[in-house]
C-alpha cells in the first residue's frame, strides 16, 4: 500500500490518492484497484462555526507519525459503532443496517452482517470467559426494533430477537452473569443466546440512550437528564431487573456521556456543560465541574449548547478528561472545586465528537464535526527518555509530581502535533491499535487506517528482503519526528518494549 496524507492548510483543498500497489498487503482481488477521492476542505463552511483561535497544523507535521492511510470501503451511509475486537481486528456498523469485520493489518473486509431494515444505532462484543471454546459474539440492535445475534467468524446470524418491541438505543454487557441489557423505550435482559430473561418498564418519558454498569449485578440507565439504577438477580435460568434508585437530579438538559472512573466512581456529562461525579457505593453526588449557572449562556445562540458535555474519558484514577464543545478539559477530580489542570480552548472549529489516546499514551486525539482528528501533547523538545513510565495524564502535561501542585490559576495547554485529514464530513469516534495504528469513522461512510509511515516502510523493507534474501535490519530505525516513542522487539509470545528518541530533522 502506497498512500500520500498531505497537510493543508485552511483554505486548501485535500485530496488523498490510495494506490494499491504491494500485493502482500492486500487481498488479490484489491491487487489493482486504486481508491481516489477529493474532499473540500469544510474548514471554510460554515458549519464548522465561526472560531478564529483554532490551531491549525502549516507545516509538514514532523511530529505526526500517522503518514499512510488505507480507504476501507463498504458502508454507504454514516459510520456511527466501530469496536475492537481484537489486536488486528474491529467491527463497524452504521446507516446503512450493515456491520463488517474488518482486518486492520491490511485493510480486509473479513465478513458482513446484513439483515436488519433499518440503521443500526448500537453494537456490543459478548467474548467468551478464559478457557472457553466460545466464539466471540456481535450483538446488533436497530431503529428496526430487532437485536441480532452473530458469530463473528462465520457471519452467521445465530439469533433475530424481536421481543424488545422498539428501536434499541444502546446495549451493554453483564459479564458476571454472561447476559446482556437492552435499552430504548424498554429495559430488556437477555441471555448470551438471545432468550429474553426479563422485560421492566422505563420509568423516563423518553427513551433511554446510556447504559453503564457500575457493580457486578447493578447498572445505570440515563434518560434525557435522568439517572436510575436497576440491580440484576440471576439465579440459574431466571433473572429478575429490579428499579433500586432515581438518584437526585444534577443535570437541566440531556446527559450526553457516562462514563466509569478507575476510583470506585462514575461520572456524567450534559448539555448544559455540568459533569457530575457520583459514588458507586453510595450513589450520591459527590461533586460537580463546569457549572454554567445562567441558562442563556448554556444553551447558547440558537440553542448551540456551545459547553456541552459530548465524551468524556479517564485514562486514570484522580482525572477527567471531557470534550467540552470545541474545547479540550482535563479535570483534577480530587479537588473539592474539580480544578481545571489542562485545557485547550477552541481546540476545533466545531463540537469535538470523541477523544482518547492514541500509541501507547503518546498522542491525545480528538476527533470533531469539523471532519478533523487532531493529535495533541507536549512538544518534542520537552520530551524525555523516561516518558514511556509516565501516566496518560502525566505524558500530555509533562508534569508529573508537579501536576497536583499547580496554584488554581494556573493550567496546562498542550501542543497542536498534527492532524489527520481524510473525512469530508463529521467523524464519528476512532480505535486505537498501538503500533498497527488506529481505525476513524465518519459521515462520509469511509473508515479510514492511520499507519505509522517509517514503521510500514521497515515492514515493507523486511517483507522484501526475505523475498529476495537480503540482510535487513530489524525495527531499530526510528523516526523522524522527535518523539520517543514505543518500540517492540523479539516474537510475539516475548516481546520487549523500549522507547526510542528519534533524531530532530
Known amino acids: 500500500m502506497v498512500a500520500f496524507l498531505p497537510t493543508c492548510k485552511a483554505t486548501a483543498r485535500v485530496v488523498i490518492f490510495v494506490d494499491i500497489i504491494c500485493q502482500s498487503l492486500v487481498s488479490q482481488e484489491s491487487f489493482t484497484r486504486c481508491a481516489v477521492f477529493q474532499i473540500e476542505a469544510v474548514r471554510t463552511s460554515g458549519l464548522r462555526g465561526l472560531q478564529k483561535n483554532v490551531d491549525m497544523v502549516e507545516d509538514a507535521q514532523p511530529c505526526n ?11 454507504t451511509d454514516i459510520v456511527r459503532a466501530l469496536v475492537k475486537v481484537d489486536d488486528h481486528r474491529c467491527i463497524s456498523a452504521g446507516d446503512d443496517c450493515t456491520a463488517a469485520l474488518w482486518d486492520i493489518e491490511d485493510g ?33 440492535g436497530a431503529s428496526d426494533k430487532h437485536i441480532k445475534v452473530w458469530n463473528i467468524e462465520t457471519g452467521q446470524c445465530l439469533e433475530d430477537i424481536t421481543e424488545h418491541n422498539s428501536s434499541v438505543k444502546c446495549l451493554a454487557s453483564l459479564p458476571a452473569f454472561d447476559i446482556f441489557i437492552s435499552g430504548g ?100 453526588a459527590i461533586r460537580q465541574f463546569n457549572q454554567i449557572k445562567e ?19 479517564s485514562p486514570e484514577k484522580g482525572c477527567i478528561f471531557a470534550a467540552v464543545g470545541n474545547s479540550i478539559y482535563v479535570f483534577d477530580i ?22 482518547d489516546f492514541l500509541y501507547h499514551g503518546l498522542y491525545l486525539a480528538t476527533c470533531s464535526e469539523d471532519g478533523a482528528i487532531k493529535l495533541w501533547g507536549r512538544a518534542p523538545a520537552e520530551k524525555n527518555d523516561k516518558d514511556y513510565f509516565m501516566n496518560p495524564l502525566e505524558t500530555f502535561t509533562g508534569l508529573s509530581d508537579k501536576i497536583r501542585k499547580l496554584k488554581k490559576s494556573e493550567t496546562v495547554e498542550p501542543c497542536l502535533l498534527g492532524e489527520c485529514l481524510g473525512h469530508s464530513g463529521a467523524v464519528q469516534l476512532f480505535v486505537d491499535f498501538g503500533e498497527e495504528g488506529f481505525v476513524s469513522c465518519g459521515g462520509d461512510g469511509l473508515l479510514i487506517l492511520w499507519k505509522d509511515g517509517v514503521l510500514q516502510n521497515l515492514k515493507r ?23 520517543s516513542r514505543p518500540i517492540f522487539t523479539g516474537d510475539d509470545d516475548q516481546a520487549t518494549l523500549r522507547t526510542e528518541e528519534s533524531p530532530s530533522d
Open 65 to 75: 507519525l500517522y503518514r499512510e492511510v488505507l480507504i476501507l470501503q463498504h458502508h
Open 108 to 140: 480486509r473486509k473479513l465478513n458482513v452482517f446484513s439483515g436488519h431494515k433499518l440503521p443500526i444505532n448500537c453494537i456490543l462484543l459478548l467474548k467468551p470467559e478464559p478457557g472457553s471454546y466460545d466464539d466471540i459474539l456481535l450483538i446488533t
Open 185 to 284: 423505550e424498554k429495559l430488556c435482559a437477555w441471555s448470551r443466546k438471545g432468550k429474553q430473561l426479563h422485560q421492566v418498564e422505563n420509568p423516563g418519558k423518553a427513551d433511554i440512550q446510556f447504559l453503564l454498569p457500575i457493580k457486578e449485578n447493578r447498572f445505570v440507565a440515563a434518560c434525557e437528564e435522568s439517572l436510575y439504577v436497576y440491580t440484576v438477580e440471576y439465579c440459574g435460568d431466571s433473572c429478575e431487573i429490579k428499579f433500586f434508585k432515581h438518584l437526585f437530579r444534577q443535570h437541566r438538559e440531556a446527559i450526553g456521556s457516562l462514563i466509569n472512573v478507575p476510583d470506585g466512581s462514575f461520572a456524567s456529562g450534559s448539555l448544559d456543560g455540568l459533569i457530575v461525579l457520583w459514588s458507586s457505593h453510595t450513589l450520591s
Open 295 to 313: 441558562e442563556k449562556e448554556f444553551r447558547g445562540i440558537d440553542n448551540h449548547y456551545p459547553f456541552s458535555i459530548q465524551h468524556m474519558i
Open 334 to 355: 480530587t479537588k473539592d472545586q474539580g480544578r481545571i489542570i489542562a485545557k485547550k480552548q477552541d481546540a476545533h472549529m466545531s463540537k469535538i465528537k470523541h477523544m
Open 461 to 483: 523493507s523486511q517483507f522484501i528482503g526475505e523475498m529476495t534474501g537480503a540482510t535487513q535490519s530489524s525495527y531499530t530505525c526510528s523516526t523522524l519526528t522527535g518523539l
